[in-house]
């Protein structure tokens, strides 16, 4: 039976490793918070999908201390290593068996158990799925890797409005993707001040 690995690059939630740039909008304090805030989220919605889930995270000795695996709830703690992020996320995949292999972060606080079931579900009909992310990038996408599995990560326009764009761009032309509902990561204080506001208006109804 092929698996099903749900890999998660993360940072822990400390001053001026993780949300720096939420941290010039908002404070070093405020970042913090809202980085434990998302990490605890997305935590708690991979442990209850029921996937098999690994987290990479940096700096690299993170996973090899106790207090390092306890930010992660307990989960499996491997190090990112050196590089840029196409290749700390092409390493994620190498490690990966064959099977379905998602990928996401830990900046969208609206990820659910729920969403990514629908990932799974909808990556057995596919080539490919994303969850777009409101600023052009995405908070998951998941492929299939088999034998001879082509990294889609080349070249790619990080942290900006085309990552996702540049990503399915490497996909085989023949590649059927599917999509899930978009959802705010949060990077910057504008980010944050948005999802504020969408829980609001949700709320009201």
């Known amino acids: ?28 304090t405020e970042a913090r918070r809202i980085a434990s805030f998302t990490l605890a989220s997305t935590l708690r ?10 987290v990479y995270t940096t700096p690299d000795r993170m996973g090899d201390t106790p207090n390092g695996r306890a930010v992660f709830g307990g989960l499996p703690v491997h190090p990112q290593g050196p590089g840029t992020l196409t290749e700390r996320l092409e390493r994620g995949l190498n490690d990966a ?12 606080p609206d990820i659910t158990p729920g969403l990514l079931r629908r990932a799974v579900r909808g990556l057995a009909q596919h080539d490919a799925v994303f969850g777009p992310a409101l600023d052009g ?17 080349r070249r790619v326009r990080w942290s ?7 990503v399915w761009s490497h996909l085989p032309e023949t590649a059927r993707v599917w999509l899930l509902p978009p ?10 001040d948005s999802w504020r506001l969408s829980r609001r208006k949700s709320h009201r109804k």
Request: glycine share 12%; net charge positive; hydrophobic share 45%.
């Open 1 to 28: 039976m092929r698996t099903i690995s749900l890999l998660i690059f993360a940072k822990p939630p400390r001053m001026g490793l993780s949300k720096t740039r939420l941290a010039e909008g908002l404070g070093a």
């Open 97 to 108: 068996p064959p099977g379905m292999v998602f990928f996401i972060g830990s900046d969208a």
């Open 160 to 166: 900006g409005p085309h990552a996702m764009e540049d």
């Open 183 to 192: 959802l705010i990561d949060i990077d910057a204080a504008p980010d944050w």
């Open 137 to 153: 990038g995405f908070w998951l996408f998941g492929m299939h890797k088999g034998p001879q599995t082509r990294s889609p990560f």
């Open 45 to 54: 919605a991979a442990r209850a999908s029921g996937l098999e889930v690994k």
